[in-house]
């Protein structure tokens, strides 16, 4: 049997986590808890296996918080979130805490129970949602391209191949002061204060 402790401060989730472990044939559930810290306190005779856990509890220690000092009173115990929050941020913070999976309250029941088995087996499991947040997380970021006028790019390339303001002015048919409103307006457009920034934006392709 695999061995459950929900921690979960709605009576109404609890009871209902409740019925669904009574009518599978490997889960049991041996009791629930509304916060992390009456769990710590608990008195039973073998670790659970898998921990129900929601963010939001009655306690002083949220969900995100007590995956620490769950898994130090219980080392082998897989955590798995059940919670109505599935912001990034939260979901982030317990996978790195050591969570094995990520679920919303919205989750079916059968799934939660087929999600227990898929954790006590070795598996992690998140809702394709959930996933998908993960996923966008650690994607690479797009840089933002900022389009310049073709007079701009001109100023531009000429500070690529070193030319002073003057030479730039000489090469474009244009004035020195020309050149400097160019530049201004190009520091203003990529908000950056130097020729450095200028030439690392676009050597890194922003411009």
């Not at 005779?45 to 929601?54: C, H, M, Y």
């Not at 955590?79 to 941020?89: C, E, G, R, W, Y």
Request: charged content about 25%; some cysteine; hydrophobic content about 40%.
């Amino acid at each position: 049997m695999i061995r459950v402790l929900a921690i979960e401060d709605e009576q109404m989730v609890r009871e209902g986590l409740e019925g669904l472990m009574r009518v599978q044939l490997d889960i049991e559930m041996i009791t629930t808890t509304d916060s992390v810290e009456s769990a710590l306190e608990l008195v039973i005779p073998n670790a659970p296996d898998i921990i129900l856990l929601d963010i939001g509890l009655a306690g002083k220690l949220s969900g995100l918080e007590g995956i620490r000092p769950l898994k130090i009173r219980w080392p082998e115990v897989d955590i798995i979130m059940l919670t109505t929050f599935d912001d990034a941020d939260r979901i982030f913070k317990a996978l790195c805490a050591g969570a094995s999976a990520y679920l919303t309250k919205r989750t079916p029941f059968p799934q939660i129970a087929d999600t227990i088995r898929t954790v006590h087996s070795g598996g992690s499991y998140m809702s394709p949602s959930i996933a998908r947040k993960v996923i966008d997380h650690f994607a690479p970021k797009k840089r933002p391209h900022v389009e310049l006028t073709p007079r701009q790019s001109q100023v531009i390339q000429g500070i690529m191949e070193g030319l002073s303001y003057k030479l730039i002015a000489d090469k474009l048919l244009i004035s020195t002061e020309t050149v400097r409103d160019h530049i201004k307006k190009i520091y203003r457009a990529l908000n950056v204060n130097s020729k450095t920034e200028l030439i690392k934006k676009r050597i890194d392709g922003e411009i």
